[in-house]
């Protein structure tokens, strides 16, 4: 399992109410989530992602509510992989239950710049930064998690596969 695309970077204390604001909660439609994905703070998130790029953070990203929108609108936008230094506790869980691949790796957030081609080998935990010729070493997976996440989360996997 890999992951390729250009970084797409924000900083420290990124709360679930930013990646997802509130008043789009009514909706269980993961496309309609992923339409208002950053809008709070970054108009141009949605207009500008390609699949499979890699979101990178700073420290305790997905801070705030519990809520399973935030890492569902981050995944439904055509991210890979999110990458930072720290997560907050709930939203590495959400992330994992819903299939989104997360790593911490501090000197990928930091060295990791906006538009940056990364390559990320999950098996491994390999981060391959190509604009810098730089590599990172992310703590890898463990294998029933990387079925997780290939089957598209916890509830597709308990049922057989991603639809």
């Given amino acids: 399992m890999n992951a390729h695309g250009k970084a797409i970077k924000y900083g420290d204390h990124i709360d679930t109410d930013v ?40 420290v305790n990203f997905g801070c705030g509510s519990s809520r399973e929108h935030a890492p569902i609108a ?30 911490e790796c501090e000197k990928a957030s930091e060295n990791i710049s906006e538009g940056d081609e990364v390559v990320i080998d999950f098996d491994t935990g390999l981060i391959k930064n190509l604009t810098k010729n730089e590599t990172y070493q992310a703590q890898p997976f463990p294998d029933f998690i990387k079925e997780m996440i290939a089957k598209g989360g916890l509830m597709s996997s308990i049922k057989g596969g991603a639809k």
């Fill in 74 to 103: 981050i995944k439904a936008s055509g991210i890979s992989c999110v990458i930072a230094k720290s997560f907050a506790r709930i939203f590495y869980r959400n992330a994992i239950n819903i299939g989104l691949a997360i790593l």
């Fill in 19 to 58: 990646i997802i604001p509130a008043r789009y909660l009514a909706t269980q439609d993961h496309k309609e989530l992923a339409s208002h994905c950053m809008e709070d703070i970054d108009k141009s998130f949605v207009g500008r992602i390609k699949e499979g790029d890699i979101m990178v953070a700073g």
